[in-house]
């Protein structure tokens, strides 16, 4: 396969290397991917995350393995594997089926190799049109809401929700960005920091319970989120306290926009709830394990603290003011008229 680059993820010299984003922003570490049980444990583990960064390095790795000379059983079971890694963003399913269906064809290595870079290529310019099409909506001085980590790291591209945003400020906006810190692995606070630092767009980092007051204050102007799976009648599940935001913005009559590639829509879920959401380990929530490159724990709840932690909730399309696909904004009109079932 031809060497790759994006933020968080490289093709090089036939090896496949991540940037591990659970020691960011203190460290900047590559690394090696030398298994599938490697890749699924990187995935699992949140080294590599992001809805369609999950999805495309999965797509890579089978790519990879195809072109190491696997047959159609063991890039079957590979890609079965794969699959499992997580379960809620639908990038990874529905890239995945794309190379199964190649495997499924006979096709050459190189065929399925080639599948796999067009989807890397293809997730670039998707986040290119959907940051383009929500810029658009950016008015001049607008302080936008964030949530979770949606940008270069997240994705091949510029990123989604946050590509928007990173859009915005280089057409000279003069924008400020509310960064939300995402409890419990801090993805705004870790990630997207360090994406707005680089970017040189100002920011200024919250506790997540912070977001209600800030609204209230008039100090809000537009959201805008990512999303991991989107149902057709418009519901879609994003990183857990997303729909929490989603009723703030509708009680303030805040614009609300969620942003996504097609690829995250999932043409065989007509609902929210039929959205599997992943639940994580109680660990995660009674403290701190790894963060910023420590190797310590600290906890700081009694050790077996019983925890619910669900890593996603599902905002219904009724809160949502647009959806901006790499194809457009689309309105709640739109998405009634089924318009999410044929981009
Ligand atoms: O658990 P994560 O960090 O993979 O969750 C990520 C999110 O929820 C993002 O908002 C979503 O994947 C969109 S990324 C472009």
Request: net charge negative; aromatic share 6%; with cysteine.
């Amino acid at each position: 396969m031809q060497d790759l680059l994006a933020t968080s993820l490289r093709y090089r010299n036939g090896q496949l290397h991540v940037l591990d984003q659970r020691r960011l922003p203190a460290e900047e570490d590559w690394q090696v991917c030398t298994h599938a049980d490697d890749l699924v444990s990187l995935i699992q583990g949140l080294a590599i995350r992001g809805a369609p960064l999950i999805g495309i390095a999965a797509s890579l790795w089978v790519g990879h393995i195809a072109e190491q000379g696997a047959d159609k059983l063991q890039l079957t079971e590979l890609i079965a594997k794969l699959r499992a890694a997580r379960p809620t963003a639908v990038n990874l399913m529905n890239y995945l089926d794309r190379l199964q269906n190649k495997v499924d064809q006979g096709a050459l290595a190189k065929t399925i190799s080639d599948e796999a870079v067009a989807i890397f290529e293809e997730d670039v310019r998707l986040c290119a049109a959907m940051s383009a099409h929500g810029a658009a909506l950016v008015k001049p001085n607008a302080r936008i809401l964030t949530h979770c980590n949606t940008g270069s790291l997240a994705t091949a591209g510029v990123g989604t929700a946050l590509g928007v945003i990173t859009t915005a400020h280089q057409q000279g906006k003069n924008i400020k960005v509310w960064v939300d810190e995402t409890r419990p692995l801090l993805q705004g606070g870790r990630l997207t920091s360090w994406e707005l630092e680089k970017a040189g767009v100002p920011y200024q980092l919250i506790c997540d319970n912070v977001a209600g007051s800030l609204m209230a204050a008039g100090e809000v102007d537009i959201i805008f989120v990512g999303a991991d799976r989107i149902a057709t009648n418009g519901d879609f599940a994003n990183k857990v306290g997303t729909y929490a935001l989603a009723v703030l913005a509708s009680y303030h009559q805040i614009p609300f926009y969620v942003v996504a590639p097609v690829t995250t829509i999932d043409p065989n879920c007509g609902h929210g709830r039929d959205i599997p959401i992943e639940q994580r380990n109680a660990q995660e929530v009674r403290g701190v394990r790894g963060v910023s490159g420590s190797s310590g724990e600290c906890h700081w709840t009694p050790k077996n603290a019983p925890v619910y932690n669900p890593a996603f909730d599902v905002t219904p399309a009724k809160l949502v003011t647009g959806w901006v696909l790499d194809k457009g904004v689309f309105n709640q009109n739109d998405v009634k008229e089924n318009a999410l079932l044929n981009v």
